[in-house]
């Protein structure tokens, strides 16, 4: 197994931030949706619903969830990366949006106290940057609501260097070298099967399922026990 390769906590470049926008997310983002409308209906959630997306990047993914769902779900973005923020404003209000998703500059390590509790906390992709992980799933924990829904999937480590750069040029090798530059170190700086459950546990996520849902993904989905 090739050791974990941190990389930038905070992609907070105006050329970064443009970059990853622009980047075809829609397959990832749409199956992210599908699948996690599937968990709500496992857990019994049902009308609007309370939503904190944990690193929304450009708000992509709420904006996915809003254009698959018929209910008016209200969704909390939070992003430390202001440049994400700002383009994720811009597609909110494209999208025609802004009074279900709302966006804010908060650090998922540290979420204030008066934010929440939601009936579903979701994250993609945004694990992987945390130096420190075990810090972000606690938050998550805490912020849901007992019996909600957690859901969050990210990239998974490569057993060996071969692997990865296999990994790259089958899903960015028609990309820019940003972004094939971009998946390598993400899948660099993942995190293993081992290493997620071993936080799941830690954090006392309750009923929780980890499981490997593609080449380069794990999936968890869990709740919180009743207080």
């Given at each position: 197994m090739?050791?974990?390769?941190?990389?930038?906590?905070?992609?907070?470049?105006?050329?970064?931030?443009?970059?990853?926008?622009?980047?075809?997310?829609?397959?990832?983002?749409?199956?992210?949706?599908?699948?996690?409308?599937?968990?709500?209906?496992?857990?019994d959630?049902?009308?609007?619903?309370?939503?904190?997306?944990?690193?929304?990047?450009?708000?992509?993914?709420?904006?996915?969830?809003?254009?698959?769902?018929?209910?008016?779900?209200?969704?909390?973005?939070?992003?430390?990366?202001?440049?994400?923020?700002?383009?994720?404003?811009?597609?909110?209000?494209?999208?025609?949006?802004?009074?279900?998703?709302?966006?804010?500059?908060?650090?998922?390590k540290?979420?204030?106290?008066?934010?929440?509790?939601f009936?579903?906390?979701?994250?993609?992709?945004?694990?992987?940057?945390?130096?420190?992980?075990?810090?972000?799933?606690?938050?998550?924990?805490?912020?849901?609501?007992?019996?909600?829904?957690?859901?969050?999937?990210?990239?998974?480590?490569?057993?060996?260097?071969?692997?990865?750069?296999?990994?790259?040029e089958?899903?960015?090798?028609?990309?820019?070298?940003?972004?094939?530059?971009?998946?390598?170190?993400?899948?660099?700086?993942?995190?293993?099967?081992?290493?997620?459950?071993?936080?799941?546990?830690?954090?006392?996520?309750?009923?929780?399922?980890?499981?490997?849902?593609?080449?380069?993904?794990?999936?968890?989905?869990?709740?919180?026990?009743?207080?």
């Open positions: 090739i050791p974990r390769q941190l990389e930038p906590e905070v992609m907070d470049e105006s050329g970064e931030a443009q970059e990853y926008n622009q980047m075809d997310h829609r397959e990832v983002n749409e199956l992210f949706v599908t699948d996690l409308a599937w968990e709500v209906t496992q857990y959630l049902t009308g609007v619903l309370q939503v904190l997306d944990v690193g929304t990047g450009t708000a992509l993914i709420p904006i996915e969830i809003c254009r698959q769902s018929k209910e008016p779900h209200q969704i909390i973005g939070i992003d430390l990366s202001k440049e994400m923020l700002k383009l994720g404003e811009q597609n909110v209000e494209e999208a025609k949006l802004s009074e279900q998703i709302s966006l804010k500059s908060i650090d998922a540290q979420i204030p106290e008066d934010l929440g509790p009936d579903v906390v979701i994250s993609n992709s945004i694990v992987h940057h945390i130096p420190e992980p075990a810090d972000v799933f606690r938050e998550m924990v805490r912020v849901l609501k007992p019996g909600g829904l957690l859901f969050i999937r990210d990239l998974m480590r490569p057993e060996s260097e071969d692997e990865l750069m296999k990994l790259v089958e899903y960015a090798g028609e990309e820019s070298f940003y972004a094939q530059k971009l998946l390598a170190n993400s899948l660099h700086a993942a995190l293993t099967l081992e290493e997620v459950n071993e936080l799941a546990e830690e954090a006392g996520i309750d009923r929780f399922s980890l499981n490997a849902t593609s080449d380069r993904h794990w999936t968890l989905s869990g709740s919180k026990a009743a207080e």
